[in-house]
């Protein structure tokens, strides 16, 4: 089946900085998406992305769809605590007859220090 | 609003019991699902419901099965469980099978001896 591969899989970052994550694939998607898990909870989309170099802002967090369709990137500008948790991609392809394929990524772990 | 709600959200079996873990959404939406989640290796599709009245396998299906009671309620049991079962369940529901937003209830911890 299709694979991503997220990076990195933990960050441990000053309060205030910037944070860069990645998934790449050697599969093509037509859609990827961010989610973000905290604590106990369950994850929440954070940004849809819908065409090859999109690149789309919600707050500190951008996101972009990778030119080639294979990857995607998210940041996260002057990082605050509740920034902490667990970021997923996950990317999304149609198997035809109707049919979607939502892949996820192992996930990124964020951990800010005040 | 509630959003997707599951219960329990924790349960302690031993080996060889059973048990199903319900899931109802308030959304009116069409679609649903049930993942695991386990250290290290993100979210995983068990089974989805593309709409009521049909139910399909996701990547891994061994060891479950699932109903979809109506268009609200989607339970996943568990008929023999196993260790290897011991893992974070998320139910999630989406208005169609196709490009949209997945919800995600609060997750139901599952523990088997």
């Known amino acids: 089946g299709q694979q991503l591969n997220q990076s990195p899989q933990s960050m441990f970052i000053q309060e205030g900085e910037d944070v860069s994550m990645n998934c790449t694939s050697s599969?093509?998607?037509?859609?990827w998406l961010w989610y973000k898990q905290d604590p106990g909870e369950g994850p929440v989309l954070l940004i849809a992305?819908?065409?090859?170099?999109e690149l789309t802002s919600n707050g500190r967090l951008t996101a972009q769809f990778g030119i080639t369709r294979k990857d995607s990137f998210l940041n996260i500008s002057a990082s605050i605590p509740s920034d902490v948790g667990i970021y997923f991609c996950?990317?999304?392809?149609?198997?035809?007859?109707?049919?979607?394929?939502?892949?996820f990524g192992k996930g990124t772990k964020l951990s800010v220090i005040p | 609003n509630a959003g997707v709600t599951q219960t329990p959200k924790f349960q302690v079996l031993k080996t060889g019991q059973s048990m199903t873990l319900q899931c109802a959404q308030d959304?009116?939406?069409?679609?649903m699902y049930w993942y695991r989640q386990d250290p290290g290796m993100g979210l995983r599709l068990i089974y989805y419901?593309?709409?009521?009245?049909t139910t399909d396998k996701g990547e891994v299906p061994n060891g479950y099965n699932v109903s979809r009671l109506n268009k609200r309620e989607f339970s996943l049991r568990l008929e023999s469980a196993a260790p290897s079962q011991t893992s974070v369940y998320f139910c999630?529901?989406?208005?169609?099978w196709g490009t949209g937003e997945l919800f995600f209830g609060e997750g139901s911890r599952l523990t088997v001896l």
């Open positions: 999630a529901s989406k208005l169609d």
């Open positions: 959304m009116n939406h069409n679609s």
């Open positions: 419901s593309a709409s009521e009245g």
């Open positions: 996950a990317g999304q392809t149609y198997s035809g007859a109707g049919s979607y394929q939502l892949t």
């Open positions: 599969s093509i998607f037509n859609t």
């Open positions: 992305l819908y065409k090859a170099g």
